[in-house]
Nanobody
Framework: QAQVVESGGGLVQAGGSLRLSCVAS????????MAWYRQAPGNQRELVAS???????NYADSVKGRFTISRDNAKRTVYLQMNSLKLEDTAVYYC??????????WGQGTQVTVSS
């Protein structure tokens, strides 16, 4: 059974750092496009960062220079290193995995709360 599980969220003060992890398992191979999205209360889900199988990355303007996405294909894992966190980064962060044939899998989300 295909599964995507995020971890690493929590409560952090503004200016602090967190590292999120997302592990794909089951029928999901390491040959997939991976991305992090987030959704704050009352807002639509938005793309934070993505990384292709070849390692090409893309970031939302709001996180450029602060967040770094990376992956370990052998472990079927994608990471999101978040530095210099701001209050507006508070959201539920979701991992999205898309297989080479176009199947899309979402994780259950992990809460990130940034306090002043």
């Amino acid at each position: 059974q295909a599964q995507v599980v995020e971890s690493g969220g929590g409560l952090v003060q503004a200016g602090g750092s967190l590292r999120l992890s997302c592990v794909a398992s089951g029928s999901i191979t390491g040959r997939a496009a991976m991305a992090w999205y987030r959704q704050a209360p009352g807002n639509q889900r938005e793309l934070v960062a993505s990384i292709t199988l070849a390692g090409t990355t893309n970031y939302a303007d709001s996180v450029k220079g602060r967040f770094t996405i990376s992956r370990d294909n052998a472990k079927r894992t994608v990471y999101l290193q978040m530095n210099s966190l701001k209050l507006e980064d508070t959201a539920v962060y979701y991992c999205r995995v898309e297989s080479l044939v176009g199947y899309v899998y979402w994780g259950q989300g992990t809460q990130v709360t940034v306090s002043s």
